[in-house]
């Protein structure tokens, strides 16, 4: 049975990987003119600008952790050889991925092979976490490196917050009877598409927008 352009992207957002269901979305978008979708699209491919401007399932709860090559001194109040978790004594936070969605996949590979996600921390933040080991001893800190580590879970659910973004648009499409028949969209369809609102963070892209070209987080 011969599906339109909708029914196609539905069936691809349910069962393609992440990289066909951009492409299909992107082809999409484009026929019904929806620039602001296009172009979250090629955000999620190419990568975001910048932090501020991902959406918040791009937004991943990290563990502060430090790497030492030897035990840190018993009086610095923290044991331990290799990596070793923050956790107890300072409050984890989230970081933003802006890699494109490709980097992401690679990221979860790496965590099939159970390789853990790291992330540098920036001079000001190592610095303010020296008091974290309650040592005062500077030349310690040559040999501790301060890390955050992504929460896996979170890296691995982002293909299917994307995928299901895409399904959740397709659906609304064909409910508000924009479907794509015979492989295009007639004017009176692509002027309801413009109608359909594309959920990110529980919010349209419109609203997003409303401080600049990038799509915000929160």
Aim: proline share 5%.
């Amino acid at each position: 049975m011969h599906m339109n352009l909708v029914n196609q992207l539905q069936e691809a957002a349910k069962r393609d990987d992440v990289l066909n269901v951009l492409r299909k979305a992107k082809c999409v978008s484009a026929k019904l003119g929806r620039k602001d979708l296009c172009r979250w699209v090629e955000y999620e491919q190419n990568g975001y600008l910048d932090a501020d401007a991902v959406p918040e399932y791009r937004l991943i709860p990290v563990t502060l952790c430090y790497k030492t090559n030897s035990p840190v001194p018993a009086d610095c109040d923290r044991l331990g050889n290799g990596i070793v978790s923050l956790s107890g004594i300072v409050k984890g936070c989230d970081s933003p991925i802006i890699r494109p969605i490709s980097d992401v996949l690679n990221l979860v590979e790496s965590i099939k092979f159970g390789q853990g996600m790291f992330i540098p921390l920036p001079p000001e933040v190592t610095r303010s976490l020296h008091g974290a080991l309650k040592c005062n001893k500077p030349d310690l800190f040559d040999q501790v490196k301060f890390m955050a580590r992504l929460d896996d879970s979170h890296v691995r659910a982002i293909p299917e917050h994307i995928k299901k973004r895409v399904l959740d648009w397709a659906c609304d499409l064909e409910a508000a009877g924009v479907t794509g028949d015979d492989q295009a969209f007639s004017n009176k369809e692509k002027e309801t598409a413009q109608t359909v609102i594309f959920n990110i963070n529980n919010s349209s892209i419109d609203q997003l927008n409303n401080s600049g070209n990038n799509i915000k987080g929160e």
